[in-house]
């Protein structure tokens, strides 16, 4: 049988090691606050040019607003780190899509033609649709 203060040594012990451990854990940064210093890294580096047209970027523009892409896609096995990702404008981030690095070069001056023709047949539509009262 344990004795009344057996139980509660052990339990000030227990005690003792999780503030222990609570104090010393480290604060892991959140994702978007982490990746927000990424993307301003990437902007410095690369003054402000996007890595695959090299058309400069600004944040208020719409074609041409600063993200952040991964160079080997997170859905093909790339990672989430700083070393994996580079500063591309919105309409090459959202033209590269899943491809590879070395699938990049070739497709993207097509795919990118795709995009912007999307975008015109959207706004187009948006404009000619019927209004409702």
């Known amino acids: 049988m344990i004795d009344e203060s057996d139980a509660e040594q052990q339990a000030r012990i227990k005690q003792a090691e999780i503030d222990t451990a609570w104090t010393n854990r480290e604060s892991p940064i959140p994702t978007v606050l982490r990746r927000r210093e990424w993307l301003a890294y990437h902007l410095r580096r690369q003054n402000d040019l996007c890595f695959y047209c090299a058309v400069k970027m600004e944040a208020g523009a719409l074609l041409t607003r600063p993200t952040l892409d991964h160079c080997i896609p997170r859905s093909r096995g790339g990672e989430d780190s700083r070393e994996n990702t580079v500063a ?46």
Do not use: F, Q, T
Request: charged share 40%.
């Open 88 to 133: 591309a404008c919105i309409l090459c981030n959202i033209a590269k899509g899943d491809m590879m690095p070395d699938e990049v070069r070739s497709l993207l001056p097509v795919a990118r033609v795709r995009v912007l023709n999307r975008l015109d047949k959207r706004a187009e539509w948006r404009r000619d649709r019927p209004r409702r009262l």
